[in-house]
């Protein structure tokens, strides 16, 4: 298994990121960090949510609770649209 891994301390730095708002995603479930050598990690695949994330608690002004009431109505949104297109093609092999 290949991971890119990306040093949450340098992103936060870059992006000009508290930490504490990386932490409070980590705590709510919303983001992964990895520990390695006492130093904490992202995997590069959960970066695009993360930049989400960013976007919505910054220029939104939404906070941690509401980025994740969003997460989980968007995740059921993709469950539905995903459950409609299984009983579109049940349909199709009814026909």
Known sequence: MNTELIIIREYCTR?????D?????ENEGL???TIVDNEQYIDIAQLSR?????????????NVEGIDVIRNLLDKIDDMQQEIQQLKQMLRLIE
């Open 31 to 33: 983001i992964e960090l």
């Open 15 to 19: 992006s000009q990121i508290d930490f």
């Open 50 to 62: 993360l930049e989400q994330y960013v976007r919505w608690y910054y220029d939104l002004s939404i």
């Open 21 to 25: 708002f990386i932490e409070q995603l």
